[in-house]
């Protein structure tokens, strides 16, 4: 599989069998280019407009927006977890659904805009996974304090920060991806995509920091 990042929270993550998954469209949001990408599934953590904007994705993709069990292609499992956009049980800004993905052998979760850390029964539905998106920038989600508390909890092989301050969101009140980076103790070049199966996901690095599509 290829993962590629746009920015914010949007991933699209390329199978081996040609089908794309994406994760949370913005649509026009802050300066990021606009956006014209084709999605055979597409799944949005919660309903705002910079995380569901669907009319960025052409063709008729499958959408998946609720918690649970989903097989929307062959050999592909997506699992929605319902959980908080916030830390006061959702009051302050609703719910969010964190999806974990198996295909290809591989166990991969995008924590949406998650608000607070996992409960014990939230731990055990994520599961081991092999590569997690987690938001790292505040304000709106996980600071980078929780962030990293977050990976120490759930210990993944691989972590991608996202949702942070770049070039194309200096106005959006987040901050940069620069404190997680620290607290993870490791500084590694981003790289502008990500190829990555079962047999090469031990050669990744522990924290991979993704360049934005341009």
């Known amino acids: 599989m290829i993962l590629r990042y746009y920015g914010h929270a949007l991933f699209t993550n390329t199978l081996n069998s040609g089908k794309t998954i994406l994760t ?18 597409v799944t949005i953590s919660h309903h705002h407009y910079d995380h569901d904007a669907l009319e960025m994705v052409a063709g008729r993709p499958i959408v998946i927006d ?58 055990t539905a994520i599961g081991q996974l092999d590569i997690m998106m987690i938001p790292v920038g505040g304000t709106y989600t996980l600071n980078a304090q929780r962030a990293y508390q977050c990976v120490e909890l759930l210990k993944p092989r691989v972590t991608i920060p ?43 690095p522990r924290l991979l920091l993704m360049d934005i599509q341009e």
């Open 24 to 41: 949370d469209p913005y649509g026009r949001f802050c300066r990021y280019p606009r956006r014209d990408l084709k999605a055979d599934i």
């Open 66 to 123: 609720e918690a649970g069990y989903n097989l929307p292609a062959d050999e592909v499992i997506i699992t929605g977890i319902s959980t908080y956009h916030d830390n006061h049980q959702g009051t302050r800004r609703g719910k969010n659904i964190i999806f974990t993905y198996e295909a290809e052998g591989l166990r991969i979760a995008h924590m949406g805009d998650l608000g607070h850390l996992p409960d014990e029964a939230q731990q």
């Open 162 to 204: 996202m949702h942070y301050q770049t070039r194309f969101s200096e106005d959006l009140g987040i901050a940069k991806e620069t404190e997680f980076v620290q607290l993870m103790g490791t500084c590694p070049e981003p790289v502008m995509q990500c190829e990555v199966s079962k047999d090469t996901i031990g050669a990744l």
